[in-house]
């Protein structure tokens, strides 16, 4: 359940010029399993745009027009070790071949924070964890400056478990067969929060073909385990450390998720 947020960053920083509240706007994307047929493979859907809602309702809807996609039922009985069992023997597509580490994540479980990249990199592949390297210190960096510890706060993972070869975007299929693992974490964590780093990480959890601009500086909610969990866009690490400009719009997206996160109940 949300409230309104208050006014003020609960990170210590006041809210500039007045800043309002952003509204919480919902999508029914529920992420899991689909064939090669599913709606993965049609053509992604636009951004979600508000339906009418009762002016007492303090939430915005938007409903994405997205098909929604089928559950794993295998996936979705296992526990903790059996998802990281299947996920470090996982083989359902091509990108096992070329993997030296599965990336299943890490962080506490449960966990009151949740953030979730795009696909492991060449150093991830390495040492089987996600976000070493220069963008892992700077997320590092990122969650301190909002009173956010990650080794006993936040649970990081990523939408794909294997890198895809030279870092490409995965192709739909791949896609697929990959994101029921996701949501089963996510329901296992139980987060308060999502905060989604980079645009295939967007677009995927979204279902959308939207840019990380246009879909930014809101509130989403991705649904798993019969709830919604607050969830924020915005630049992955690693574009950041390439285009510094963008660390301000970044910033205002971190403000966005403590001041969502407090509002959580």
């Not at 745009?49 to 997205?66: G, I, K, M, T, Y």
């Not at 966990?111 to 979730?116: F, G």
């Amino acid at each position: 359940m949300l409230r309104d947020p208050a006014a003020g960053d609960p990170a210590g920083h006041p809210a500039e010029g007045g800043e309002e509240a952003a509204p919480v706007v919902k999508t029914e994307s529920v992420v899991a399993a689909e064939s090669e047929e599913s709606a993965l493979a049609a053509p992604a859907a636009p951004a979600p745009s508000p339906e009418p809602h009762d002016a007492a309702s303090p939430v915005l809807v938007a409903r994405s027009r997205a098909a929604p996609s089928a559950r794993d039922p295998v996936i979705a009985g296992l526990d903790w070790a059996g998802l990281a069992e299947a996920v470090s023997g996982c083989e359902a597509c091509g990108l096992c071949e070329g993997r030296r580490n599965t990336v299943f994540g890490t962080g506490p479980r449960p966990a009151p924070w949740m953030l979730v990249g795009e696909a492991p990199g060449h150093h991830e592949d390495l040492s089987g964890e996600p976000f070493v390297g220069d963008a892992g210190r700077l997320l590092d960096q990122m969650l301190l400056a909002i009173g956010v510890d990650r080794p006993s706060e936040a649970f990081i993972a990523n939408v794909m478990k294997c890198r895809p070869p030279a870092n490409r975007d995965p192709v739909p299929d791949e896609v697929a067969r990959c994101e029921p693992y996701l949501l089963r974490q996510v329901e296992l964590l139980r987060p308060r929060l999502i905060v989604v780093l980079g645009r295939f990480a967007a677009q995927s959890l979204l279902r959308t073909d939207a840019t990380v601009g246009s879909l930014r500086g809101r509130v989403h909610a991705y649904r798993a385990a019969g709830r919604d969990v607050p969830m924020v866009v915005t630049y992955h690490p690693a574009y950041l450390l390439r285009n510094l400009p963008d660390k301000a719009k970044a910033w205002a997206d971190l403000r966005l998720a403590r001041r969502t996160f407090d509002t959580v109940e």
